[in-house]
């Protein structure tokens, strides 16, 4: 029966990644309470004395009209608030394009699965809304599902762009054979095996294209709408980032010079610009997840000393571990001899094990050295049981899964 002090250490290596997981969700929930408090204490700061001058103008304007026009302030609010719910309907003062025909029906639906919802067009009818809520479960499902697969593809086209940089690189340095071609006889180049993207070179590349197509978008959309330049980039911003708050929105006049060619460069531009700051955001979150690990390991077994003395000492009284990788990686394989948790506890604990046990754990390390060299010799392993818990990014779902290990940063070889 192992001591109670290795039972108690293997306990808390089992329970180590759930509490890791819900320190790494209670630190974000902490940081992002922070970052609304901050944000809201900046904006207030900005737009508050904004706000309460556009009130006073608007009291004296309204009182002005009143007075002149001999109308009651009653019965001029009364007929405000009808303008209100004509804006609501999509009734504007100027002329504008209708709302509901099939082009404005189409650039409705299409803010709507994408999540953006401008709130310029909505629907008046007690059927248009029942519609809306079943069509946009389905439709935003299958937009999410799109802007996941379109990450996966430009994080595998990046990854084999960079790559080919780095091989060539590594042959212009001499490091790599003049006739080195991509292949299993010769995968196993000891620079390139296991060579993955840094996941600040990809967000360096995505933020700069995000960056480029914004100002091309807001190049056009100056030119056309006739907003200003800096309204135009915020403009890009809100709509890319789906955020969506309708105070600008393009292609709502009656028409447009060249209104065909306007109306597809739009949609090119929603669309790519949405995808490319889905992506960004994506691989912002990873940065973001390291630095929550980074801060957790800061604060790794501080609150208890005692159990980092003990995992120290055991350590250096069992410097070699024959089977340390297997217990690391999870690898199943088959060895003969026994090799259970009974001799498992005594060795940690420092006991003296039979030579017996020691050739069982030999022969565990023996097979997976000879299953290792099997890999580099026939190429990268594509699909190897690892615990992707060692770096603290577990699979995930969604766009993390995706990212999952195509990075050096998520990576489980790290």
Same mark, same amino acid.
């Given at each position: 029966?192992?001591?109670?002090?290795?039972?108690?250490?293997?306990?808390?290596?089992?329970?180590?990644?759930?509490?890791?997981?819900?320190?790494?969700?209670?630190?974000?929930?902490?940081?992002?309470?922070?970052?609304?408090?901050?944000?809201?204490?900046?904006?207030?700061?900005?737009?508050?004395?904004?706000?309460?001058?556009?009130?006073?103008?608007?009291?004296?304007?309204?009182?002005?009209?009143? %007075?002149?026009?001999?109308?009651?302030?009653?019965?001029?609010?009364?007929?405000? #608030?009808?303008?209100?719910?004509?804006?609501?309907?999509?009734?504007?003062?100027?002329?504008?394009?209708?709302?509901?025909?099939?082009?404005?029906?189409?650039?409705?639906?299409?803010?709507?699965?994408?999540?953006?919802?401008?709130?310029?067009?909505?629907?008046?009818?007690?059927?248009?809304?029942?519609?809306?809520?079943?069509?946009?479960?389905?439709?935003?499902?299958?937009?999410?599902?799109?802007?996941?697969?379109? +990450?996966?593809?430009?994080?595998?086209?990046?990854?084999?762009?960079?790559?080919?940089?780095?091989?060539?690189?590594? %042959?212009?340095?001499?490091?790599?054979?003049?006739?080195?071609? %991509?292949?299993?006889?010769?995968?196993?180049?000891?620079?390139?095996?296991?060579?993955?993207?840094?996941?600040?070179?990809?967000?360096?590349?995505?933020?700069?294209?995000?960056?480029?197509?914004?100002?091309?978008?807001?190049?056009?959309?100056?030119?056309?709408?006739?907003?200003?330049?800096?309204?135009?980039?915020?403009?890009?911003?809100?709509?890319?980032?789906?955020?969506?708050?309708?105070?600008?929105?393009?292609?709502?006049?009656?028409?447009?010079?060249?209104?065909?060619?306007?109306?597809?460069?739009?949609?090119?531009?929603?669309?790519?610009?949405?995808?490319?700051?889905?992506?960004?955001?994506?691989?912002?979150?990873?940065?973001?997840?390291?630095?929550?690990?980074?801060?957790?390991?800061?604060?790794?077994?501080?609150?208890?000393?005692?159990?980092?003395?003990?995992?120290?000492?055991?350590? %250096? #009284?069992?410097? &070699?571990?024959?089977?340390?990788? +297997?217990?690391?990686?999870?690898?199943?394989?088959?060895?003969?001899?026994?090799?259970?948790?009974?001799?498992?506890?005594?060795?940690?604990?420092?006991?003296?094990?039979?030579?017996?046990?020691?050739?069982?754990?030999?022969?565990?390390?023996?097979? &997976?050295?000879?299953?290792?060299?099997?890999?580099?010799?026939?190429?990268?392993? #594509?699909?190897?049981?690892?615990?992707? #818990?060692?770096?603290?990014?577990?699979?995930?779902?969604?766009?993390?899964?995706?990212?999952?290990?195509?990075?050096?940063?998520?990576?489980?070889?790290?």
């Amino acid at each position: 029966m192992p001591p109670r002090g290795a039972a108690g250490s293997c306990r808390r290596r089992r329970l180590a990644p759930l509490n890791e997981d819900n320190g790494r969700f209670l630190l974000l929930a902490a940081l992002i309470a922070a970052y609304l408090s901050a944000g809201a204490t900046v904006f207030s700061a900005l737009e508050s004395p904004s706000e309460a001058a556009a009130q006073l103008r608007w009291n004296r304007t309204l009182h002005n009209f009143s %007075r002149i026009f001999n109308i009651s302030l009653p019965e001029l609010r009364a007929f405000l #608030r009808s303008y209100e719910a004509a804006m609501a309907a999509g009734i504007r003062v100027d002329a504008l394009r209708p709302r509901w025909d099939f082009p404005g029906a189409f650039y409705f639906v299409g803010t709507v699965v994408s999540t953006i919802g401008f709130g310029m067009t909505t629907p008046a009818t007690v059927a248009g809304k029942v519609f809306l809520i079943v069509y946009g479960l389905f439709g935003c499902a299958g937009t999410i599902l799109f802007f996941n697969l379109f +990450l996966e593809r430009i994080i595998s086209l990046l990854a084999f762009i960079m790559k080919a940089c780095h091989e060539r690189q590594l %042959r212009r340095s001499g490091l790599l054979p003049p006739n080195f071609r %991509r292949g299993p006889a010769v995968s196993g180049v000891g620079s390139l095996v296991g060579w993955k993207p840094s996941v600040y070179h990809v967000m360096l590349i995505l933020g700069i294209f995000a960056i480029t197509l914004s100002c091309c978008a807001s190049a056009m959309y100056t030119a056309v709408e006739g907003w200003n330049y800096v309204d135009s980039l915020y403009y890009c911003f809100v709509t890319f980032s789906t955020i969506g708050f309708g105070d600008f929105v393009s292609s709502q006049n009656a028409a447009y010079q060249n209104q065909g060619l306007y109306r597809f460069g739009n949609f090119i531009f929603i669309l790519m610009g949405v995808c490319c700051i889905y992506s960004l955001f994506n691989v912002i979150s990873i940065v973001i997840k390291q630095v929550l690990n980074w801060v957790l390991k800061k604060f790794e077994c501080r609150c208890c000393p005692k159990c980092h003395k003990s995992s120290a000492r055991l350590g %250096r #009284r069992n410097a &070699i571990t024959p089977g340390a990788r +297997l217990r690391r990686h999870n690898i199943s394989v088959d060895a003969d001899g026994q090799y259970d948790s009974d001799t498992e506890g005594r060795r940690l604990s420092g006991e003296m094990i039979s030579m017996r046990e020691l050739t069982a754990s030999n022969k565990v390390s023996l097979a &997976i050295l000879q299953k290792q060299l099997s890999e580099t010799a026939n190429g990268y392993p #594509r699909n190897v049981c690892i615990n992707t #818990r060692q770096n603290g990014f577990s699979a995930g779902v969604g766009a993390l899964a995706i990212m999952n290990n195509r990075l050096a940063e998520t990576s489980d070889s790290r």
